[in-house]
């Protein structure tokens, strides 16, 4: 059984294996756990000069994957957490995203940046962020965050085949996930959505982790009778704009899962959107669930309801619809621990 990790590892030794410009460096990349077992075993096979570690300085090694994407490289960036990326925003926003306009589309950037993030494990307010709203709101940024490892692989592909810059962001919940999918190399189109369920009660548009919540709690409502069109974003920037707004059509009501904070972010960006467009057909208010507009506490006990989890979707759908549901197959499920995703997941990354 193939995991979210390796497929990761897989997409990176294939790209590292039919492109020599493609280069994979980061903090903790050569490591014993190898950023999540993500990295494993690529230096001993393609050497120091292509795959190699780098100091803790976020900025300067951001600076070095751009200039090499203008030498000609396809460098592979990764960040042990997006929170520590935040040191090379400048970089970022000001040279990678502007690049290709500033010079008139004569010269791009072709750099991924793989930046770690969520919850769990005591991570607190410093080390759990979820701000992919930050990335979708520079023009010239993509910003890829794949939910199923059955998607891992492809969304890689295309994000280092891309020749302008894309973040990748990958939910540490995630990297053990399993899937029994064929084992291919086909790139998946970055700004193509991934529907998941079908319905027609109401339209639930999730993004990484949220969508593994999601689909446990819209197959408990279809046992309830209800059934859901559940639409797994894969990209933020672009959106696929197209199937949200067909399913909605169809539905009527809109709930938009997200892991980041509620205020300014991806999920308040896709109700406005829906609103403008689709108003004649909505038959009730679109409603969101996120994390609260505060920092996550280090403390298991201060985040026990700080996180969306399925029972609370299922809970809003069942509002929405106006019908009682039942959540307790949800409960029945869920382990003792609320911050860690599993007994595989020992921390501290």
């Known amino acids: ?79 042990q957490r997006l929170d520590f990326a935040l040191l090379s925003m400048d970089q970022l926003v000001n040279n990678a995203a502007k690049w290709h306009f500033m010079f008139g589309g004569q010269r791009s950037v072709p750099i991924t940046i793989r930046m770690i993030l969520g919850r769990g494990w005591g991570q607190g307010p410093t080390h759990s962020q979820n701000l992919q709203s930050w990335f979708a709101h520079i023009p010239g940024l993509k910003v890829v965050m794949p939910a199923l490892a059955s998607d891992a692989k492809g969304l890689l592909l295309s994000s280092i085949q891309d020749p302008n810059p894309v973040i990748f962001l990958e939910h540490r919940w995630l990297h053990n996930a399993q899937t029994d999918a064929p084992d291919t190399v086909e790139p998946i189109p970055l700004g193509k959505a991934n529907q998941l369920r079908k319905g027609d009660a109401v339209t639930v548009v999730s993004v990484s982790y949220m969508t593994i919540e999601a689909l446990h709690a819209v197959d408990v409502l279809k046992d309830q009778g209800i059934d859901c069109d559940l639409i797994d974003l894969r ?115």
């Open 1 to 79: 059984m193939r995991t979210f990790a390796s497929e990761i590892n897989a997409g990176l030794d294939h790209a590292l294996e039919t492109d020599p410009s493609v280069l994979v460096f980061g903090l903790g990349v050569p490591d014993p756990k190898g950023v999540f077992g993500t990295t494993l075993g690529l230096q001993e096979k393609y050497g120091e000069k292509r795959v190699f570690d780098m100091p803790t300085a976020e900025n300067a090694m951001t600076g070095i994957a751009i200039g090499a994407a203008l030498g000609g490289f396809k460098p592979v960036l990764t960040h």
């Open 235 to 349: 990209t933020v920037s672009p959106i696929d704009w197209e199937k949200i707004e067909m399913s909605v059509k169809k539905t009527g009501k809109l709930l938009v899962l997200d892991t980041g904070f509620q205020s300014n972010g991806i999920a308040g960006e896709i109700m406005a959107r829906v609103t403008e467009r689709c108003w004649s057909e909505l038959k009730a208010a679109p409603a969101r669930l996120t994390a609260p507009d505060y920092p996550e506490s280090t403390s298991p006990a201060l985040t026990k309801d700080y996180h969306i989890r399925a029972e609370h979707i299922a809970a809003q759908v069942g509002k929405m619809v106006g019908k009682e549901v039942s959540v307790e197959p949800i409960l029945s499920k869920k382990g003792p621990f609320h911050d860690v995703p599993g007994n595989w997941f020992t921390g501290p990354f």
